[in-house]
């Protein structure tokens, strides 16, 4: 018996014609990621229950859309490093499956195409729940919100000018995935918009940024040989290092400006107990040599955003 790349078996099984058919689409769709799309989906329900505003079928298609998102992304980016000649096969990071021919160009369009309707319907779904009984404006901004993430996950690789070529991944990441994410989450439960809400918010942001910053430090010299000028490419190496342990730092005092903005007992500051992971991290990245080794520190970052936010809800719910 032997096992395959993806870590499941090769033997004579009776389910071995699914299994080879559905490996390469689970791989594509990179399950590690989705931990951190749910992060500020998560957060941002959390803040909402403290609030006395939580509904369960927001939070279900919050998850849903967020997690579709992340999908559709893995898969665009899949699809459009391959059409832009940026996969290579001298690439550190997980097998690509257009590049290496298990999935073919026209096919990942079509799954791009399908995941994108899906995510768009899951999004529309989620705003007329969300929205019942607001005003038609809240409703519209959603829209446009939600079509514009859509566009974005397309874009960051795709079309004649994908700005993730050009070092605005991290702001797409930052927004989407950390502001949006989590400020959009609470007006949906709650129909109400503090202005302090963005700090969580951004706390995610910045960590869900650093999880692209180790991608990008990672993927770094074959991204220079293609042409794919990411934020890493740019800075260089050692001033990436810096701009990482910045959103590090970033992260975490957010967190502590908005516990202290509302701040009722210590409990809230739960989620310190990520600092530990969040410092070995750091040094494990500003010290590495082997680009190889950064394939466990964006699952290691990518898990430590989820630690936080849970124990940042847990905190907020506690209090």
């Known amino acids: 018996m032997e096992v395959s790349v993806y870590g499941i078996s090769d033997g004579n099984c009776i389910h071995c014609p699914m299994i080879k058919f559905l490996a390469p689409w689970i791989h594509a769709t990179r ?43 893995n898969l665009a980016n899949d699809y459009g490093d391959y059409a ?29 195409a399908l995941v994108g309707a899906c995510t768009l319907m899951s999004g529309l779904i989620l705003v007329l729940v ?40 991290d702001l797409f990441v930052f927004l989407f995935f950390g502001l949006t994410g989590t400020a959009g989450t609470y007006i949906l439960h709650t129909h109400r918009f503090p202005a ?39 800075m260089g190496t050692q001033r990436a290092k810096i701009y990482h342990a910045v959103l590090l730092v970033l992260a975490v005092l957010s967190g502590c400006l908005y516990t202290l903005i509302n701040y009722r007992s210590g409990i809230q500051y739960l989620f310190l107990l990520s600092l530990p992971f969040l410092y070995r991290h750091g040094l494990a990245v500003i010290h590495n040599t082997r680009s190889e080794d950064l394939n466990l520190e964006l699952r290691n970052l990518s898990l430590t955003t989820f630690f936080f936010s849970v124990t940042f809800g847990i905190g907020v719910l506690l209090r």
């Open 130 to 169: 969300g929205t019942e009984g607001s005003l038609p404006e809240l409703k519209i901004f959603f829209v446009v919100l939600g079509i514009a993430a859509i566009a974005a996950a397309w874009n960051y690789t795709n079309g004649s000018h994908p700005y993730g070529y050009r070092g605005w991944g």
């Open 84 to 112: 832009h000649g940026k996969d290579t096969a001298d690439r550190i990071g997980p097998r690509r499956m257009v590049q290496s021919g298990e999935i073919s160009p026209r096919t990942m369009r079509r799954a791009v």
């Open 196 to 234: 302090d809400i963005l700090l969580p918010g951004a706390s995610v942001g910045f960590l869900s940024t650093g999880v692209l910053n180790v991608n990008n430090l990672r993927d770094q010299a074959t991204d220079a040989q293609t042409g794919k000028r990411t934020m890493v490419v740019l």
């Open 31 to 73: 399950p590690k990621t989705l931990p951190l799309a749910v992060s500020s989906t998560l957060l941002g329900s959390s803040l909402a229950e403290a609030d006395g505003g939580f509904h369960w079928d927001v939070f279900s298609l919050a998850a849903l859309t967020s997690v579709l998102l992340q999908i559709l992304s």
